[in-house]
């Protein structure tokens, strides 16, 4: 189901009873809310493919980790990722899957987000 703003949300279902079920629903979902992430929250989701630390982050992007965090809960909101370790278990299992939206999305890369 879509929201006004276009986001979607989660609808479990009666039949989905396993924490699979559920978990891939909500790759699903996340899958399809990335095209409403900004630039910069594409900068640091693509980042967080990389497993590195909030620092290292924002040395990379010239933010500060405080910055970084901003960002990330950001990101989770967006993508329905409720708690800090969803977001990075989702960035590294997903690293192809959101890198091939992410040039789908973008044909030519902002120049602040180098792959």
Do not use: C
């Amino acid at each position: 189901m879509y929201s006004e703003d276009g986001f979607v949300f989660i609808i479990i279902r009666k039949n989905m009873h396993t924490k699979t079920d559920t978990e891939q629903l909500s790759i699903q979902i996340a899958n399809q809310n990335l095209q409403f992430l900004s630039e910069r929250e594409w900068a640091v989701l693509l980042s967080l493919t990389e497993d590195i630390t909030n620092s290292e982050i924002a040395d990379k992007l010239f933010i500060t980790p405080a910055s970084v965090k901003t960002y990330r809960s950001r990101i989770s909101d967006k993508l329905g990722l409720a708690g800090r370790g969803n977001l990075e278990r989702y960035a590294r299992k997903n690293k192809e899957k959101i890198i091939q939206i992410f040039r789908k999305l973008f044909k030519s890369p902002p120049p602040s987000i180098k792959l």
